[in-house]
């Protein structure tokens, strides 16, 4: 095997690992805390809504 791989193989992993830390930092910015609670009560809304929905029905 050519040893040109490892090195290939060790710069994939190294802009790999720093590509997920990128992503993690991006996540967990303030910025987007806002956006995350809305999507995180999503689910509760659809419900109440979809409740609301049968009531009214005849």
């Known amino acids: 095997m050519n040893p040109i791989w490892g090195e290939i193989a060790g710069f994939f992993i190294i802009a790999m690992m720093i590509a997920f830390i990128g992503i993690w930092i991006w996540a967990w910015l303030p910025y ?23 009531e009214d029905k005849p």
Do not use: G, S, V, Y
């Open 32 to 54: 987007h805390k806002r956006t995350f609670n809305a999507l995180a009560r999503m689910p509760m809304e659809d419900e109440d809504a979809a409740a609301i929905a049968t």
